[in-house]
Structures are given as C-alpha cells and as structure tokens.
C-alpha cells in the first residue's frame, strides 16, 4: 500500500487484486477447455479484428513519364501510399488511394494482432489436446 501512496500513476490496490483474480480464472479456465471450446473462443476473437490485411503500409514517392515535371525534378516526387504483402514467396504491392489510408492502416494492425492471437490460441489448443488426452 505504500507504493501506492507515492506512485500516483498506480492504480488502488484493489486493481492489482482483481487483476489477479482474473488472471487466476483464466488460467483455471485455460486448463479446462477443450479444443472445440478454444476454436470458438478463436472465432469470435478473430471477427472481432476485422478489417484484417497482412503485409505493411509505406508511402513512397514515384516519377512520373513527364520529363519536365517540376515535383520529379526537385525530387519530391509523387507521393502515393501502398500495401507491400508476400504471397507464396513473392513480393508484391497495391495502390492505396489517400482515403483509404487509415482503415488499411487499422486493416495492418488487425493482421499484426491476429498473428499474435495465432500464438495464443495455438498454445491453448495444445493445453486443450493434451487435457483431452489424459482424461481430465
């Protein structure tokens, strides 16, 4: 308690104890699903992150075809934001107009944030196998 009266920025003490009790039920509960229990838990995790894009957003700068272009020659260039993904091992990219900018950015995060949630449900699926296995 007294760390919490010098520390302003922390939360009252009670956070840390619901904090633990929440940890406390989800591991309890992690031990007992089962692998159609966490496919469920995965599903609705995952159309909770929709829009969804893999790769990365860049704004380049191109050259147009006009010699004389002014922005070309300065070497300002034309800037033009694009999706940069793999796809079997091949690099490609995609135009992304000015006003779409921020939901494929939003679109990038989710697909970051669903690579994450991979790991997790791939490790409570494996807690799940192996409870299943032995019976409970």
Not at 32 to 38: A, G, L, N, S, Y
Not at 79 to 92: C, E
Request: positive net charge; hydrophobic residues 40%.
């Amino acid at each position: 308690m007294g760390v919490v009266k010098h520390c302003p920025t922390l939360a009252h003490p009670q956070f840390f104890l619901d904090m633990y009790m929440c940890v406390m039920v989800h591991v309890h509960i992690m031990e007992q699903e089962t692998p159609d229990e966490v496919r469920a838990w995965f599903l609705a995790e995952v159309e909770r992150l929709w829009p969804l894009a893999g790769g990365s957003l860049s704004l380049r700068k191109n050259r147009c075809i006009r010699p004389t272009c002014q922005a070309c020659l300065s070497g300002e260039g034309h800037p033009a934001y694009a999706l940069h993904y793999r796809i079997k091992g091949r690099q490609s990219s995609l135009y992304v107009p000015d006003d779409l900018v921020e939901e494929v950015q939003r679109a990038v995060a989710n697909g970051r944030a669903l690579q994450e949630l991979m790991v997790v449900a791939g490790t409570r699926y494996v807690r799940a196998l192996k409870a299943t296995r032995r019976g409970r």
